[in-house]
């Protein structure tokens, strides 16, 4: 291979390693390449990539090399990351949101009950997320809260209202096996 | 389904050549026949299609493999399809001939729509097989900022029906507890009457704390009755049940 | 900002993003420029990014951009990160996705009247590989639940949006013809 040929190979390793990549790794992975070769290859990327006028660059940390972004950009990226989407759940979230859907209006204990776990910090992300409000107290002994989707859960879910909320009978051939 | 068909051209001399055929379904199959016998899709011989269409399917049948019942409704179809054929068309109707409609022209449609849909899968397939060799970058620190599972409607379901499921378990687990205690329920009422001669058996109860805990307990009285270690009495219609101990020595058997 | 300092802010927020990025996340985070100005930034930014010879580019997915590597080099990039391509799917799923993709939102029972078959595996693989989702119910009897698409189902097929599927009448003149 050329040198020209080399260097795209070695970026995309750079790119997609999750850790600083080190030559040795690179050999590994370009091994047709005398190890000399590819160092020199190495070096003129780094060269290049970094010669650019660009956001991003090559650097070398703890004994390997990695692709950042400069530091310069930093405020910009920062204002990205707060305003980042967060319509995603994690696992908790996403299983205590489903127990409040179908048995709607529900309680703490309740929810407790069914997953047997306590779920309160979940229950601060949905509330945070405005995907559940509370529905009145319960009649019992402490008047706990109830709680229920809202409309945002809704919209986020893609559903006109609670009753195209699909039941397990809808999935039970898919679920199943 | 998979189906072992015969090698079509000369079967008659040579044995069977067996080989494995993939058909999704009737239209697969149907698919198959007419580019096998090479038939104009836009007109196809209807009684010969339907002819090969039974060997296939009466070849399943013999092979005993499991297939979908719309293969069967798709021979009905085709025999219904070719008896139209047959029969005469008036000379009224001969006039009008361009407003008579092909009895197969329905057919016709569904094959060729599921035509379409067979190459548009192999496009998804070669894209999808240009995408499987790009790769993104490793996740990123920032990237923790939002730990986050993509969520749909059908990861709700699924949530909540494996929470039900993990629920079912636990409480056959805990009926599966309460029987190894059937063992030491029993011990536990031995132990009653050491100190006692009779017991209502409705005390006996009082002590469950969930209803499995109380057919154990009826068990273990049963049990006991049955071994004449203690006795069952009730001195009117309806009134209280007492247990009363009858075998003397079972004291020494527990103590041993 | 000049446009040669935009331009590098755009594509280190392009690689902070996790997910395909938006324009108008971008002008959120550029929020002292023009959307106009950061447009026509990123496009030249495009340009120029992919215009290198490198292992490297930018692309428009899923109504967002995102830098990944080129399918050339794939075969280095699994030598290093000793990954195997994923299962595919089977041409079975293909179709019936296919007929998803084409005829969205549609039922399962709209579908097997297409595919002469029942499809119930299939979709079951493509609910839980994420390529559909649940679009509410039909207003008929029964109210069965719809399918379409997902956002994965774009990113998996490298699709900007759905109108980049080729016409399904194409597919017709490659049969007559």
Redesign the interface.
Known sequence: MTRSQIKPIIE?LI????QPIQLKEICQAISEEEPQEIQEALLELVKDFNGRESGLEIREISGGWR?STRPFYHEH?RRY?KT?P?A????AS??T???I??KQPITIPEILE???VSSSSAIKTLLERRLIVPKGRKDCVGRPIMYGTSKEFLIQ???KDLSE????E??EEL?TN | MSVLTENSSNSAKAPYQIKLEIF?????LLLYLIKKEEIDIYDIPIAHITEEYLKYVQLMQELDIDF?S?FLV?AATLIHIKSKMLLPVSTTELNELENVEDPRNELVN?L??????????????S??????????????E??K?????????????????S??D??KE?LQVEIANDKITLTQKINEIKNLFKTENKISVSKLFLKASSKAEMVIIFLAVLELTKESIIGLLQTETFGEIIAIKIHDTFTNKANN
């Open positions: 995309a790119f997609v390693a999750d692709i990226i990351l980042k967060s995603k759940l994690s696992l996403l299983e949101l489903a127990v859907a179908y069914i997953r047997g879910f893609g559903l909320l699909p039941n397990i809808d999935f679920l | 999704e379904g009737p239209l697969d979908a719309e798709m569904l060729l729509e599921h035509k379409k849909f067979k190459s548009a899968a192999e496009m998804l397939w894209r999808a097989e240009v995408e499987q060799g790009v790769f993104t970058r490793a996740p990123l920032s990237d900022e939002n730990p986050e599972v993509a969520a749909t409607v059908f990861d709700l379901v699924a949530a909540f029906k929470l039900l993990k629920r636990q």
